[in-house]
């Protein structure tokens, strides 16, 4: 019994349709026809290249224009509250630090964790690239207090707790 199974298996299996599906030749009179009479054909869609003049609200960005930053990163003004050397932030050591008095957030990328808000104390750390010559940080900074325009980076504190550290990437002082 399992044998004639196999067999009308075998026969099912030859006797079935292959998958493939034949092309007909076009007829030559029917293509001619058909490019004679423009009403039967259809509109050509033109796709832009890369760097196409045509195309430059993809190509030519600006991304001030957008108001758009990094994630992770924020821009606000300060005041200059204290200068610090050798400072520990969230047990990261700094080779110089700032204590600011937020005022005015003027952007913010995505990813913040921990976001300031207005009249709030902080302490930054200076990313190492600003802290080479410290007497020469130092004395950029004496004085009474001073507003600072500061874009920031949030990092994860080493201990991984909670709270986050932010170094600062560009500062300027007004």
Known sequence: ???????????????CKSNTV??????????????GNSKDKKPQIEIPGFGDPSDNEITNIDLEAYNRQEPGTMTFNAMLVDFYTD?????????AAI??????????????VNPFSKDQEAIIGFMRSH?????????????SSKNLTLIVKENLCPDLGQDTVFEIIRFTIK
């Open 22 to 35: 034949a092309q007909e030749k076009k007829d030559v009179k029917t293509e001619k026809s058909i490019e």
């Open 99 to 112: 204590k600011v008095k937020v005022g005015t957030i003027m952007n913010s990328g995505s990813g913040i």
């Open 87 to 95: 400072k520990k932030i969230c047990g990261k050591s700094f080779e």
């Open 131 to 143: 802290s080479k010559n410290i007497e020469d940080l130092k004395k950029k900074f004496e004085g």
């Open 1 to 15: 019994m399992s044998k004639i199974v196999y067999i009308v298996i075998i026969i099912g299996l030859f006797s």
